[in-house]
């Protein structure tokens, strides 16, 4: 019997019409769940980028809307990512939102002179927040570099975000 290559296997599809094509996909997830479940992710993902881009627009706003006197609410923030937390449930993009979030919030404490004790507080639960969602997905790794440009940024302001950093973030061996 013949080993299939990607070449074989190219040739083959090749001469397959799509509506062959998808027929056999469609056989393909009815018998093995793990096709089936490839392709839903694949769907989930679409929709997921979808909601991710709606939920940044609204964090955006949020600061977009912010004056020197009038910060965004942490309250309110939080609402946006807890809504979006219920919406998609457990996904690594919650990250991506959190990260969003921080950037925003570090976007908005750059126009003030000086950031006062509110910005502060912001930061830190936000970067705290941030960096314990990433631990508990597992994600950390995926976003580090991003981390540490938003922490290299913040480093000119006397906040005390290494205590943060090290009680929450796994021990880079690198």
């Known amino acids: 019997m013949k080993k299939l290559t990607k070449k074989e ?3 083959l599809l090749n001469n397959k019409t799509k509506e062959e094509l998808v027929e056999e996909i469609w056989l393909l997830t009815k018998k093995y769940d793990f096709v089936k479940e490839h392709y839903e992710e694949q769907i989930n993902y679409s929709e997921i ?3 991710l881009d709606k939920y940044k627009k609204m964090i ?3 600061f977009n809307n912010a004056t020197k006197d009038n910060i965004p609410k ?3 923030i939080f609402a946006v ?3 979006y ?3 998609v449930g457990k996904h690594e993009s919650i990250t991506d939102l959190f990260l969003h979030t921080l950037s925003q919030q570090v976007s908005y404490a750059k126009t003030l002179d000086k950031i006062n004790e509110t910005a502060s507080q912001h930061l830190e639960k936000i970067l705290t ?3 314990t969602s990433m631990v508990k997905e597992q994600t950390y790794g995926k976003y580090k570099k991003e981390v540490l440009n938003i922490i290299e940024d913040l480093s000119n302001y006397k ?3 290494s205590s943060i950093i090290r009680n929450i973030l796994p021990v880079d061996k690198s």
């Open 49 to 51: 980028n979808k909601l």
């Open 159 to 161: 906040i005390g975000l």
């Open 81 to 83: 990512i807890d809504d």
């Open 74 to 76: 942490v309250k309110d």
């Open 85 to 87: 937390k219920q919406v």
């Open 60 to 62: 955006t706003d949020l």
């Open 129 to 131: 927040d941030t960096l």
């Open 9 to 11: 296997l190219k040739k």
